[in-house]
């Protein structure tokens, strides 16, 4: 027989079953056996978990300030998340309540059908990760209460922001969104 032909069948075959395995995709299902009937069945699957683990002033000068945050997030569940970024406000309580003076986002989302390169974060079933990011803020001359709070490092914080994960894999489970918000 022609090699041709086979080779052909053989492609058909390959591409059909990399196509049923991105049409269904993995799915996260945690069974549980209830230990006084034996009897098995699904558990709800817990939200990721989130603190504020430090902020802190690295550096201060009389033209800008950096800050460094960190975040720990946690994964209560057996199985793996994906956390595709964490978008937060920051606020010092004594300069104001409601005025944000800086804020940022750790992670990236997919844009497209497939995005290569993506900057997402692979959280492990039961594991923990710390995710930092840092701001510079230069010095205007407008705040000097604000910026005499750096100096003397009495500045309360309060960061706010959401965490947008989802349960098992970017293209299959549901996206899921964790709002925060702590105060130090």
């Given amino acids: ?29 945690i069974p549980t056996v209830d230990s006084t009937t034996g009897i098995q069945s699904t ?11 430090d902020i802190s002033i690295s550096r201060i000068s009389e033209r800008s300030v950096t800050i460094d945050l960190a975040f ?23 300069f104001s309540e409601t005025e944000q003076f800086t804020g940022g986002g750790i992670g990236s989302r997919p844009t497209g059908m497939v995005e290569f390169g993506s900057n997402y974060y692979v959280l492990l079933g039961g594991g923990e990760i710390v995710l930092k990011d840092s701001q510079t803020l230069k010095n205007s001359g407008n705040t000097p209460d604000l910026w005499k709070s750096f100096e003397d490092d009495t500045a309360t914080w309060r960061v706010s922001g ?22 130090e």
């Fill in 162 to 183: 959401t965490v947008f994960y989802n349960l098992s894999s970017m293209t299959s489970g549901q996206e899921n969104e964790l709002r925060f918000e702590f105060t």
């Fill in 43 to 53: 558990s709800e699957v817990k939200p990721i978990q989130i603190e504020l683990d």
């Fill in 1 to 29: 027989m022609n090699r041709k032909i086979f080779v052909g069948i053989a492609m058909g075959a390959f591409i059909a079953i990399l196509g049923g395995i991105l049409l269904t995709g993995p799915t996260i299902v």
């Fill in 72 to 94: 720990k997030l946690s994964n209560p569940n057996p199985g793996a998340m994906i956390v595709q970024t964490m978008d937060y406000q920051l606020f010092e309580t004594n």
